[in-house]
Nanobody, 125 residues
Framework: DVQLVESGGGSVQAGGSLRLSCATSNKYSRYCMGWFRQVPGKEREGVAT???????SYADSAKGRFTVSQDNAANILYLEMNNLKPEDTGTYFC????????????????????WGQGTQVTVGT
């Protein structure tokens, strides 16, 4: 089983930065990990992904502002978010799956088996 625990959320003003962390017990050698954002009444949408080869991918809304990275030694997934906008507000979840095909933000939430509990990000105007 894989445990995922997010942290690092909070409230910031527009233009500010946050770094989210996802501590994971993932020991699989091949995997896809993703960050998702969810707002009330909507499905989770992919923000950024990274696979076991270190290949990263971003949603258009995140390109140029967000950076996904992983510390393999510490088993932590990060999402560095800069120049935050009010529309970035939501609950952010990290997710993991052993399937590495289509490891991009377009991959739907139903294609991930393991999930964290989420961390809230609120960006004020």
């Amino acid at each position: 089983d894989v445990q995922l625990v997010e942290s690092g959320g909070g409230s910031v003003q527009a233009g500010g930065s946050l770094r989210l962390s996802c501590a994971t017990s993932n020991k699989y050698s091949r995997y896809c990990m993703g960050w998702f954002r969810q707002v009330p009444g909507k499905e989770r949408e992919g923000v950024a992904t990274v696979d076991s080869d270190g290949v990263t991918s971003y949603a258009d809304s995140a390109k140029g502002r967000f950076t996904v990275s992983q510390d393999n030694a510490a088993n932590i997934l990060y999402l560095e978010m800069n120049n935050l906008k009010p529309e970035d507000t939501g609950t952010y979840f990290c997710a993991a799956d052993r399937e590495t095909l289509r490891c991009t933000p377009a991959r739907g939430e139903h294609d991930y088996f393991y999930w964290g509990q989420g961390t809230q990000v609120t960006v004020g105007t």
